[in-house]
């Protein structure tokens, strides 16, 4: 019966509300078909709202006996499943391989606040340590854990250099709009262009990902494009300001990875490529393939530090191989340790400032297991599981599995990783770490089961393939 309304509604309110859909959809896609991002996404999501208030006014004035009544319960119906049918349609739209669809932008913000809507308050979050955990931190009224006041004295990269100049600006760039997951790819192909590279978005998906549902595109895997297309460039961390500024004065451009709200409530990870500053302004100049207005994206420098700091900092500069000698006087050594102590006493400092930051203590401890300091790296985690991380956090950072696993914290690297993919299956590291776990414990089948998703979501993971091997037969 009820899909009989169903259909019933749907073809009544079928022609009046398809039109009004074309027509507010296309008046959206006119808006943003060059700007996109947050003035677009705003007026989709009052359009979204429209409709929502519309149903439930329909619900509240409506005569007492409308939902006993076949015609007036098909028209409620078919109000719903329009609605039903328009998001499809939009996700669709959102998730489709053309180069830029006018008003994509708007529909991903729209897709992703009704999303949030159904998302538990636990679920937007980290998963906390539990009271049984073997930290000196486990719950929240505890004194938080000092923080870590034995970082050595490290040398600051281009201290014997001249400040750089007041403003620089490097182009010409070509602006890259992202396809469906592909911040990753569209900002690395924005930056070979601006070493006159012209090279496309969909030669960097197909090098980079097997799956266009792939969640993250990691630092590394952006390096190793960059190389493969002759040029250098590596993954560093712990970087400044200064240094930022000293590598765009040479003409040398920087992709960093910064925490990213489209829509003021869906935090996610989000790669921007820096093309210039200008100190008058305090400000760096972005190319953006999802904001608007891509190009020329104004940040300042106060808010880009704080959207960088989620990734301790993350950058990459790429370079022609004749710049070599003048990246590491800039940026100090490429190599790990070093990199890593430089980022351990940034944490140091900021903790002693403000010992409340998720963030910096998320930092600390993805430095300090670097270093192989995993049982400290374990208890700077718990510290900023408890001062709650955004739920997206371990899509893009995985020390957190490293730490548990090494300190045989199984039933964390556990609960971590089914938390991911209670959010999405496509998350190979998730797959794989919950395999080590499952490994670990002794339950090789599991483990196989999970090292085998791994590779369904990313066919090209080696380390899935790697434990795979040393399971017994």
């Given at each position: ?15 009046r ?32 709202t429209?409709?929502v208030?519309?149903?439930f ?16 319960t ?16 939009g ?17 991903d913000?729209?897709s992703?606040?009704i ?11 980290v ?8 930290s ?22 281009g ?5 750089p100049p ?24 924005m ?26 595109v ?12 002759g040029?250098?460039a ?14 765009l ?17 869906d ?44 990734f ?6 790429i ?6 000698e ?43 297991t ?5 049982a ?30 090494a ?8 609960t971590l ?16 770490f ?26 090209r ?13």
């Amino acid at each position: 019966m009820w899909a009989g309304l169903l259909v019933m509604g749907s073809r009544h309110l079928a022609s009046r509300f398809g039109a009004f859909t074309r027509h507010r959809i296309s008046e959206l896609g006119r808006t943003t078909g060059t700007q996109g991002g947050t003035s677009g996404g705003a007026q989709g999501i009052s359009w979204i709202t429209y409709v929502v208030k519309a149903i439930f006014r329909l619900q509240s004035t409506r005569r007492p006996s409308m939902t006993k009544s076949p015609i007036g319960t098909a028209r409620l119906a078919g109000i719903f499943g329009a609605c039903l049918i328009v998001g499809f349609a939009g996700v669709m739209a959102v998730r489709s391989d053309a180069m830029h669809v006018p008003g994509t932008r708007t529909m991903d913000a729209i897709s992703s606040r009704i999303r949030g809507s159904f998302r538990s308050a636990e679920a937007s979050y980290v998963p906390p340590p539990s009271a049984r955990t073997p930290s000196k931190v486990v719950n929240e009224a505890n004194s938080p854990v000092e923080p870590n006041r034995d970082a050595p004295e490290v040398e600051v990269p281009g201290a014997s250099l001249p400040p750089p100049p007041p403003s620089a600006r490097i182009g010409p760039v070509t602006h890259v709009w992202q396809t469906w997951n592909n911040c990753g790819p569209a900002t690395v192909t924005m930056a070979l262009s601006s070493l006159g590279r012209a090279e496309s978005q969909a030669a960097a998906v197909n090098f980079l990902k097997t799956s266009k549902d792939d969640k993250n595109v990691g630092p590394s895997e952006l390096v190793s494009y960059a190389r493969a297309r002759g040029l250098n460039a590596e993954w560093r961390v712990g970087g400044d300001l200064v240094v930022l500024k000293r590598l765009l004065a040479e003409n040398i451009p920087v992709i960093v990875e910064v925490g990213f709200n489209p829509d003021g409530k869906d935090w996610m990870g989000h790669y921007r490529l820096l093309v210039g500053y200008d100190d008058a302004t305090a400000r760096f100049t972005a190319y953006d393939s999802y904001l608007a207005p891509g190009v020329n994206v104004p940040q300042p420098y106060d808010k880009f530090d704080s959207d960088w700091r989620a990734f301790n900092r993350t950058f990459i500069p790429i370079y022609r191989v004749g710049q070599v000698e003048t990246v590491n006087a800039i940026a100090g050594s490429a190599d790990t340790e070093p990199q890593h102590l430089r980022a351990l006493a940034i944490a140091s400092r900021e903790l002693a400032e403000n010992p409340k930051d998720a963030f910096v203590w998320f930092n600390q401890g993805m430095s300090l297991t670097s270093l192989g300091r995993t049982a400290e790296g374990a208890e700077s985690f718990d510290q900023a599981r408890l001062l709650k991380l955004p739920w997206r956090m371990l899509w893009y950072q995985f020390g957190p599995f490293d730490a548990y696993l090494a300190e045989g914290r199984l039933n964390d690297v556990l609960t971590l990783a089914n938390a991911n993919l209670a959010q999405t299956s496509d998350l190979e590291e998730s797959h794989f770490f919950k395999g080590r776990a499952l490994q670990e414990s002794g339950r090789f089948a599991e483990a196989r089961a999970s090292y085998l998703r791994a590779l369904a979501a990313n066919s090209r993971y080696v380390p899935a393939y790697h434990y795979l091997s040393t399971l017994p037969n």
